[in-house]
């Protein structure tokens, strides 16, 4: 077997690991990647896993095997090391980063977007409460730049304006900022109580009630809205994946909207298997539903 071979088979490997990453964590995410061509959903997928990768050392596995806090900060920095050099020299021993570096040399993403990936991570391990800024910093680092990886991702040998590109980027890093902010509002229970943290400025579990839900999610239809007006732009392709997710996360911020605000604080919201298929119908079909949570909102 020659060189090429070699790392051909290598590549392969490392994309086949990503791809069980998303399997084991995301069943919507998941479900989103397998509506894209394949080369495509391969790049979704190793984006995913390197970020999953970081969040279960901020959050996860580290600290069920033990491990410090100190510990968790140099596994972090390592991480992020270890990425960057692959993304410069296109190869790893770990094979997470390495589809990731494999990914982002074919698509263009650099440590523009991963520097301020790792800082949201690192603030997770010391930062128990956010200022707006703080915040604003937080969401852009933690989501935000995931939508700027993915469309780049979605953008390979697609060609547009800068004036499209301009729209798209507006809508994936809203689409991104959305997706976190209703991950943070339906795991107020576990944050609170679990993680000891609050990342709503001024949001605390004795005090959380009815106007600072309706508050948050009002926040999150502007950021769905603005991403929904940027999926005609897209591919054909990455666009039925976008609206199957923008679909699955309308829906759960609908859901969220009609439970009571103390119940947020006992119980985590999720969105049936059945009306998952439901959407990812009516994305194949170009009839998904950007708009439920408004509908919520006035019915």
Avoid: W
């Avoid at 984006?47 to 900060?73: F, H, Q, T």
């Avoid at 304006?161 to 980027?169: F, G, K, N, S, Y």
């Avoid at 106007?211 to 926040?219: M, P, S």
């Avoid at 298929?277 to 994305?283: E, G, K, S």
């Amino acid at each position: 077997m020659g060189v090429r071979d070699s790392l051909a088979r290598y590549d392969a490997a490392a994309y086949r690991t990503s791809a069980e990453v998303i399997r084991s964590y995301s069943t919507s995410f998941g479900l989103a990647a397998r509506t894209l061509d394949r080369a495509t959903r391969a790049h979704i997928e190793a984006v995913y896993a390197l970020v999953r990768v970081a969040d279960e050392i901020v959050d996860g596995a580290a600290a069920g095997a033990g491990v410090p806090a100190a510990g968790v900060e140099r596994l972090l920095d390592d991480l992020e090391r270890e990425a960057e050099q692959a993304m410069a020299t296109g190869y790893s021993a770990n094979l997470v980063v390495h589809a990731f570096a494999v990914t982002a040399r074919s698509t263009g993403i650099g440590t523009d977007l991963t520097r301020p990936f790792f800082a949201s991570m690192r603030a997770d391990i010391t930062q128990r409460e956010h200022t707006p800024e703080s915040f604003d910093l937080y969401v852009y680092g933690s989501a935000e730049v995931v939508g700027l990886m993915c469309l780049k991702a979605f953008l390979v040998g697609r060609p547009v304006t800068p004036e499209q590109d301009a729209v798209l980027v507006d809508g994936a890093r809203h689409l991104g900022a959305a997706f976190q902010k209703i991950n943070f509002l339906r795991d107020l229970a576990e944050d609170f109580s679990t993680l000891g943290r609050s990342y709503f400025p001024g949001v605390r579990p004795g005090s959380f009630g009815e106007a600072d839900k309706i508050r948050l999610l009002d926040d999150i239809d502007e950021d769905l809205r603005i991403s929904a007006a940027a999926l005609p732009g897209l591919p054909a392709t990455p666009r039925r994946a976008v609206a199957l997710a923008q679909g699955l996360f309308t829906e759960l911020a609908a859901r969220l909207r009609r439970t009571p605000a103390s119940e947020l604080l006992r119980a985590r919201i999720r969105v049936p298997n059945p009306v998952k298929f439901r959407i990812l119908a009516q994305a194949f079909t170009g009839r998904a539903i950007p708009e439920a949570t408004a509908q919520e909102r006035t019915a």
